[in-house]
């Protein structure tokens, strides 16, 4: 089925991405590089004030990166009215979780009102946020047909859900294989035309819901087996069992294995809410627990609290009390060789740490700023310095910038949340 384009509007515009974070500004640079026209649109003044400007807010972008956008014609901008223009339209606004845990699309559905409203006959809009399975049917294909024009008919609409990983330096936008699911099959050839002008290979689903659901599968597998490794790392602790020395041994099986290790939580915008998104739907729908999720959710979201109590039996070993010791916690991303602390564990950490009346300080080459419930916690300069001082560092965050070997020699007492240090008298592993 070939759709109509439709009359006289000025249709210029290859593709309309909304939302330029951490998923939209990528794309938009791969779809920029390949030639093809693109516009930002965001709702938040600093981002598009920054990106005209040629500023790079997301760890992955560089300002060089921006500035050649901008060379080939791309621009952001907060007037939806350039939806109308749009060939394709591409959605990348957030979906997290309201304050009582359920799937918040809000964002998203303030994000399909704009391009209902200007939504032309022949347009493809293609969902990108991680969402649960039958929102692109259920939610956002209503909303777009409330103005008479008809999906598969008369626009067409697809999910394909971003698999990007900030930091990754190996796999990107292009090299990484991106699912399609079409609302019809048209619509599908559609997704995968307009994505295979920039990516090396598109994998088809069957539908949306089958497109929504692998990308909830992909991070509910990783957020299970992180629960699984960390939840070994207290008993292993207890037994004398250095896990990862069990884990580098069982990762030599060339098949049927996969390595996952072991941590202070987990962070970021996927892990910590996607599994969710899908629990709370199985839930809401079919009454009953998506039990694995559930129990992952329970494991991974104590590990905080798990290394404040390991911080404090260390010091108690010592002769000190958690109280009135300084604490200097190493890096406070959720993931390495990223700025990116959202949903870190390291926040929940140095919420407790304070509550209890340690003196905690942070240093992190990527962060210069850190603080929890309001308070800044202070940053610490001179980080060879600060380790002799404190009473016991906590490494929460491997960056590459950190010489691990060399961090321990100096301190009096490291913790080490990610099993990377050389193992010495005044190391402990989590
Ligand atoms: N960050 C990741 O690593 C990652 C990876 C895979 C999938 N995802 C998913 O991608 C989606 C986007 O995540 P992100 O990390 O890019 O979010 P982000 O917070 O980095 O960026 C979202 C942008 O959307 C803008 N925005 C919000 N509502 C808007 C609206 N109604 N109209 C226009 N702009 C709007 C915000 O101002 C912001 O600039 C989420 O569903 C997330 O779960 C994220």
Redesign the pocket.
């Known amino acids: 089925m070939t759709l109509e384009v439709g009359g006289n509007v000025d249709r210029s515009v290859d593709v309309v991405i ?7 500004l990528p794309l938009a640079r791969e779809a920029s590089g390949a030639g093809l026209s693109v516009i930002g ?4 003044p600093e ?1 598009v004030d920054g990106l005209n400007q040629g500023r790079s807010h997301v760890d992955d972008l560089a300002d060089s990166d921006i500035a050649e956008m901008l060379r080939r014609g791309f621009f952001t901008t907060s007037d939806a009215g350039k939806l109308r223009r749009a060939r394709t339209i591409v959605i ?4 997290p979780l309201s304050k009582d845990g359920a799937p918040d699309l809000d ?1 998203l559905r ?2 399909v009102g ?1 391009v209902a409203e200007h939504l032309q006959p022949g347009t493809l809009v293609i969902l ?4 649960y399975p039958g929102t692109t049917d259920e939610e956002i294909r209503p909303m777009l047909e409330a103005g008479g024009l008809v999906a598969g008919r008369d626009f067409c609409l697809a999910f394909s ?6 930091g990754n330096q190996t796999f990107g936008p292009k090299n990484t294989p991106k699912v399609v699911g079409g609302y019809t099959s048209a619509c599908g050839d559609a997704a995968e035309a307009f994505y295979s002008q920039f990516i090396d290979v598109v994998v088809r689903t069957k539908g949306t819901r089958e497109a929504e659901m692998a990308k909830l599968l992909e991070n509910t597998y990783r957020h299970i087996n992180i629960a699984l490794v960390n939840e070994m790392a207290r008993f292993c602790h207890e037994l004398d069992v250095d896990l990862w020395d069990v884990i580098a041994a069982a990762s030599t099986k060339p098949f049927g294995f996969q390595a996952f290790r072991p941590g202070p939580g987990v962070g ?3 892990i910590p ?2 599994p969710n998104y899908l629990s709370h739907r199985v839930r809401a729908r079919l009454g009953y627990p998506f039990r694995f999720v559930e129990l992952a959710e329970e494991i991974n979201a104590s590990m905080p609290r798990y290394v404040a109590r390991r911080i404090q039996d260390q010091l108690n070993l010592d002769g000190r009390s958690l109280r009135g010791s300084l604490v200097l916690l190493l890096g406070v991303t959720y993931k390495p060789d990223i700025a990116d602390t959202r949903e870190s564990p390291a926040i929940p950490l140095a919420k407790i740490l304070l509550q209890q009346g340690a003196a905690v300080r942070f240093h992190d080459p990527l962060v210069k700023q850190f603080s929890v419930s309001g308070v800044d916690i202070p940053r610490v300069d001179d980080v060879d310095l600060s380790l002799a001082e404190a009473d016991i560092c906590v490494l929460l965050q491997n960056h590459r910038q950190y010489d691990v070997d060399a961090m321990t020699a100096v301190s009096q007492r490291f913790l080490d949340t990610r099993g990377v240090a050389h193992r010495a008298a005044n190391v402990q592993l989590l």
Do not use: F, K, Q, W
């Open positions: 909304i939302g330029m974070g951490y998923v939209g649109l965001d709702i938040s981002v990348c606004v957030p979906t964002p303030r994000a704009s990108e946020s991680t969402t859900p971003e698999r990007i990983d900030p970021g915008h996927c809410i996607d």
